[in-house]
């Protein structure tokens, strides 16, 4: 997909506009706008088995009814996404924005801004991710991580990013990492103005790989 526009499509359950099961799926310069699954997961696209790069795409307003990720749901396979826009996307369940379920995910130069969803109102990963260069504003959770939600065994890495005015009504505004097995590699990134309403860590919460807590 190159120089296009996917927009107002809507599926009774997974992948408002797409669903790739076992495919390779490439798209540049793309809008995806006013998606949405009604029973399921993905507003704009769930991917199984597959690998995905989107690169100066928007993916804006999409949702996911009753179900994951308000634009992309993404299983098994590599995702990686460079540049580009995803705002403005929910989930009535996990990850306002991008869900990352037993896959890899690599972010480089990415905004994420006021999605909104239940444990990581940008992304919720629960393995590898790669973040780079990457700005994470006004995003939402009614549980923890409003920005970013990981929660599973690979050590993410948050490079040159920033995390400002994310919210979270549990426990880490900005960014929650909330398994005892996991070590993040969080290097030269900005936490300003996030807030976590009834739990710890107003920027940052860290469940560390002895047991401790560390909240910033």
């Known amino acids: 997909l ?39 997961a993905g507003g704009v696209m769930r991917s199984v088995q597959a690998d995905v790069t989107l690169t100066d795409c928007t993916l804006v307003s999409n ?8 634009a ?4 098994h396979g590599v995702l990686t996404v460079t540049g580009g826009v ?25 905004i994420f801004d006021n ?25 939402y959770t009614i549980g923890h991580g409003g920005g970013v939600h990981i929660y599973g065994s690979a050590d993410p ?6 995390f400002a005015g994310n919210r979270a009504t549990g426990a880490g505004g900005g960014l929650y990492v909330g398994t005892n097995d ?7 990134c900005t936490f300003v103005g996030n807030h976590a309403v009834s739990g ?5 919460y860290i469940y560390d790989s002895a047991g401790a807590v560390s909240s910033y």
């Open 115 to 139: 999605n909104r969803g239940s444990n990581g109102g940008g992304i919720r990963a629960h393995t590898s991710v790669t973040v780079k260069n990457s700005i994470f504003t006004g995003n």
């Open 86 to 110: 995803i705002a403005g996307n929910w989930a009535e369940e996990d990850a306002g924005a991008v869900l990352l379920l037993n896959a890899a995910g690599s972010f480089d130069g990415v």
């Open 72 to 75: 992309i749901y993404h299983q």
């Open 2 to 40: 190159v120089d296009c526009e996917v927009v107002d499509n809507t599926a009774n359950l997974s992948g408002g506009a797409v669903y790739n099961d076992g495919g390779s799926l490439v798209a540049e310069n793309t809008l995806f706008a006013a998606n949405g699954s009604t029973m399921a």
């Open 200 to 204: 710890d860590g107003e920027g940052l």
């Open 157 to 162: 890495e948050f490079t040159n990013c920033v």
């Open 182 to 188: 996991v070590n993040p590699a969080i290097t030269n």
């Open 63 to 70: 949702r996911a009814i009753d179900g994951d990720a308000g």
